[in-house]
T-cell receptor
């Protein structure tokens, strides 16, 4: 069955350090993958998406993600985090057969000063 | 352009009460959906619609009803509220072509069932 797994519930990173948030998916067809960010008390904002083509995709706010089909992964990265990046990050898989988005449980990013 | 409007923002219910969460969009989007968000579980799709008169179940439909009589509105009904339905509810809409990448979210409804 299709699923999205974000193995890390919380991640703590020092300001200025690099970041990688993990996302693994299970899906039998070509995956359409997304990363969203939710700041406290806010709605969800799309960071980036992968449909096809180049496996390294660039997003907003300096984020990027790499699609690795062999590992069924779509990890989110940022070279240097800012305190304003503290938020919850969600990976999602879109199934075009039934217009459903399957979401991971989220990873809460905590930034240490 | 208001986007996706959800009402109310907060609601407290007693077990067994019924209520309707309202969702309206002014972007002429075919696709509308309802999610619930619970700590540690991400967003889970309750029901969705790909056009007026068409609705379908998502991952967690039990205890919820929807209807889509117009393109603009997609209300979510709780017929007999239960404490397990305490959650934050989000409505989202998009064009059919943009369901994956251009999903517009409402600001959410925080529901507590006592």
């Amino acid at each position: 069955a299709q699923s999205v797994t974000q193995p890390d519930i919380h991640i703590t990173v020092s300001e200025g350090a690099s970041l990688e948030l993990r996302c693994n998916y299970s899906y039998g067809a070509t995956p359409y993958l997304f990363w969203y960010v939710q700041s406290p008390g806010q709605g969800l904002q799309l960071l980036l998406k992968y449909f096809s083509g180049d496996t390294l995709v660039q997003g907003i706010k300096g984020f990027e993600a790499e699609f690795k089909r062999s590992q069924s992964s779509f990890n989110l990265r940022k070279p240097s985090v800012h305190w304003s990046d503290a938020a919850e990050y969600f990976c999602a898989l879109f199934m075009d057969s039934n217009y459903q988005l399957i979401w991971g449980a989220g990873t809460k990013l905590i930034i240490k000063p | 352009n208001a986007g996706v409007t959800q009402t109310p923002k907060f609601q407290v219910l007693k077990t067994g009460q019924s209520m309707t969460l309202q969702c309206a969009q002014d972007m002429n989007h075919e696709y509308m959906s309802w999610y619930r968000q619970d700590p540690g579980m991400g967003l889970r799709l309750i029901h969705y619609s790909v056009g007026a008169g068409i609705t379908d179940q998502g991952e967690v439909p039990n205890g919820y009803n929807v209807s889509r009589s117009t393109t603009e509105d997609f209300p979510l009904r709780l017929l007999s509220a239960a404490p397990s339905q305490t959650s934050v509810y989000f409505c989202a809409s998009s064009s059919l072509q943009g369901v994956a990448e251009k999903l517009f979210f409402g600001s959410g409804t925080q529901l507590s069932v006592l």
